[in-house]
Every structure is written in structure tokens, then in C-alpha cells.
């Protein structure tokens, strides 16, 4: 009986120790249910594969309600949107939505609801002045009607390209055993907000950052955004001596070697080929790449061209040419995704197509090479993927290829004809599918003569004009589909 009445003791001893942390984790959810937010987003996707037949889907993901009436979120699955809506409390009634500002390059949006009504009873979180480099953080989110806290490690800043781009920005990495993440969480430390989770890998989670976030907003709501910038130059280690000796550096240790340029050189760009950068912004830039931030320790250059920087502004970068030291002030170009021959992606757009007497052309897109999986680049078709390793040229600017041949008496004997670069369709030359458009209304005498880039399979397919208009209409309505063309402006 003694020993009954001194389990029971203890077992009382313990809920009343618990009480604490139970009382504390219910105020922590009250506050975040003040500020987290649900999204709704009904959004067009494509199959590149069948370019002409869409299909809705509907994501949910997080938000959160910062200064300004506005709800912050990552610009993910936002593309082709048809409706959003917004939920609070995690229960109840859904709210239309818009986008106020979008910006694919740091994946980050501002959205609003339609009814201001909708921020009644909610309040905005607070943003953390610093960015924490190592230590513990909160990952919270509506999951199944309920707030759910998870504790991070973080493991180290870096500097990586969001899922939505190319363009490479500071994000934190952190380790968690969340599941599911990746729908713009807000990571927490000491109450305010210190990023959005944008992906997770196994349990690595990748943040972006309250200082991309604060950026952001700066820009977002003020009168113009400018949107972000990079580093137009492409560099090489200076770790061989002899390399930057001959260049007219004798600091083995300091500074990178300008080697190319990404995208479209511009003409007035003041680096050159061979250029060794020693300093920007007055950082010094070791012979790997890397300065000492004074916030966040050891980064990589790039990290200089996004930090409380736009498109547009100008940085001061110390060079030497021909061995002389030389100082610039850098113009920032903004980030494009046509700057690139394949662009990375193609946002709020629908998938483009043309189709010629069963012959489908598409322009050359990663989009399109991602269909064969996160290991495209090995599994897709090899000239295809080539021309994401080439730069545009004054003669094209962009790609447009064959997909495939939609078989029919018409085209015989070209069916089996796909993945293949255009050049040139009755003498005009191709680099979009206004270009296929308008070579195709000016046939070449009485044929339709397309040309293929060099190394192609198959060199050229000749089409009779005569029967080119009826043998496409009725192609189009034996497979079913119901526009011949889909172009954007």
C-alpha cells in the first residue's frame, strides 16, 4: 500500500512539473494561429509531352502575415495560377487572394487577400534583425488543423540557387526531423521570424533567409520594384601561382580569375577575360572565391551582388589588368531567365506549341528536359541537353526543336523524326515559334522545306504546300486536338 501511494506521488509530482512546458506550448500555438495563414493556390500545369491538354491542380501551402496587410510566402506554384485563396485559424472560411509582387529569382511573394476584413483578430509577425549562423530554431506550420513546432539545427549558411532559379543567393541550411516540409514554413528564433523553409532534402532543410526576406520587402512595396541582380562574369580559382603570376598578380592567395560571362555578354560591361578580381564592395576575395563576412563568416562572391543590392545599382570591384591594379564601378545586370539560350524556367505562360502537317515544334526549354527526372541531364536527349551548355549567339538567341511527328499519309516516311534543333524553315531562320509561325504562311515554291542544326539525324524535311493547310486540320482533329498553335506574346 506504501509503495501504491508513492507511485501515485511521484506520478503527481510529474504532471505538475509538466505543466510548464504544456502551458507554454499552448501559448506559443495561440500566437502563431495570430499569424500563420493557409493557401490555396488552383494552378494550370503542363505536360510537355502533351502541351496542348493542361490540367488543374490545386497546392496547398504556408503563409504568414507581415507589415502592411500583406501575407508573405515563397513564390513556388504560384506559375499559371487561376485562383488563390487564403484561410486563417487553420478551419473555416477561405478568402480570395492576388498577388501583389512576385519575384521567381529569391522565390518570394507578397499576396493579398481581396476583403481586408479577412486580417481581422491576426498580426503580423516581427522579423529578426540578425541572422542566426549556427544554434537551435523553431519550425512551425498549420499542419492538420493544429500548429506543429519542430526544433532545427542549423548547420551552416550558404550560398545556392532557390528551387525556382538559377540565380544563387544566401540560405541557411538547417537539420530537422520534420516531415513534408518545403511549403514555406517559417523558421523562428526568439519569437521572430528568421526564414521560410523553400525545400527539404532527407532531414537537411534549405531556409531563405530574414535578410533576403527584409530585402524583399523593401523592394516589393515601394513604388517600382527593380527585382534582384547578379554576377554576370564567370571565374576560375586563382590557386595556380604561375597562373595569376603571368596575369600580374603576385599574391598567390587574393583574387579570381574572370574566364567568361554567363548569358548575353553585354556591351558595356567594364570586366574582360582574364581580369583578376582581388576585391568588391572592399571585401577582399581569396583565391577560392570567398571573403570574410563580417556577419556570417566565410562566403562566396555572389553573395555580394544580392545583398541589399538591385538590378541597376553599382559596385565598386578592384581588379588587375595587364598587372596594373584597376578599380570599376560594376553595374549590376538584372536577372533574366532569357538571358540564357534554354532558359531555366518559363513562368505564367502557357506551354507553347506549333504543329505543321503533324510535325510538333516546341521551343528548347529545361522545363521540357525536366520531364525525364531530376537526373535530366544524364537521361535526356543528348543533343538536347547539349544546347544548355551553349550560350546565345547575334544569329540565336533562343532554340526552337522537333518534338515528334504525329503520324499520317502526309508526313510518311518522317515519323519516326524527333529531338531535333531547327535551323532554318523555308529559308528563315528559327529561333521561336513566331518565327516557325511566319515561315510556314511563306512556303519556299510549292514545298515546305525544314532544316536541321548540323549533326542532326536527319538533315531536312521537304512538305507538300498544296496539301499542307487540309492535311494539318485534319491531323489535328484525328488525334484530337483542338488548336494547331499555342504562342505567347
Known sequence: MKRIFVIILFCKCCFVLCLPTV??????????????????????????????????????KQGVVVNGNFILTTAQYFNN??????????????????????????????????????????????????LPVNGQIDIIRWRENLIELRKAEITRPVIKPSV????????LEANCDIEGAGWSEISVLDSRLCGLVESQDGTTLTIITASMI?????????????????????????QNPDSLAWLGQTNPAKGVIVIDFAGRQ????????GDVIVKIDGFEIDSEGYYKDPRYGRLLLEHLATFNKWAGDSIKIELIRNGSVTNVNYVIPKANFTDELVPFAVYDKEAEYYIA????????????????????????PFRLAYYTRQKPT???????????VLPDRYNIGYQDCRFMVVDKINGVKIQNLKDVKHAFENPTDTVHIIEFAKGEQVQRIVLDASEFQSATRRILQNYGILYQYVISN
Open 394 to 404: 547575334d544569329d540565336y538567341q533562343s532554340r526552337v526543336f522537333l518534338f515528334m
Open 214 to 238: 527584409k530585402h524583399f520587402l523593401k523592394g516589393a512595396t515601394s513604388a517600382s520594384y527593380r527585382g534582384l541582380g547578379y554576377f554576370d562574369f564567370v571565374w576560375m580559382k586563382g
Open 81 to 130: 495560377s487561376i485562383n488563390i485563396r487564403i484561410r486563417k485559424g487553420g478551419v473555416g472560411k477561405w478568402w480570395d487572394a492576388e498577388v501583389k509582387t512576385i519575384d521567381y529569382h529569391a522565390n518570394l511573394a507578397l499576396i493579398r487577400p481581396k476583403a481586408q476584413q479577412f486580417f481581422d483578430g491576426l498580426v503580423p509577425i516581427s522579423i529578426s534583425e540578425k
Open 266 to 273: 553585354r556591351t558595356n560591361s567594364l570586366i574582360q577575360r
Open 164 to 171: 525556382t532559379s538559377w540565380l544563387a543567393y544566401l540560405h
Open 23 to 60: 502551458f507554454a506550448k499552448a501559448v506559443a500555438s495561440q500566437k502563431w494561429e495570430k499569424s500563420l495563414v493557409d493557401i490555396e493556390i488552383s494552378q494550370k500545369r503542363y505536360d510537355y509531352f502533351q502541351p496542348w491538354a493542361p490540367r488543374n491542380e490545386i497546392i496547398e
Open 357 to 380: 502537317g503533324g510535325l510538333i515544334f516546341q521551343p528548347l526549354i529545361i522545363p521540357f528536359l525536366k520531364s525525364w527526372g531530376s537526373d535530366w541531364e544524364r537521361k535526356a
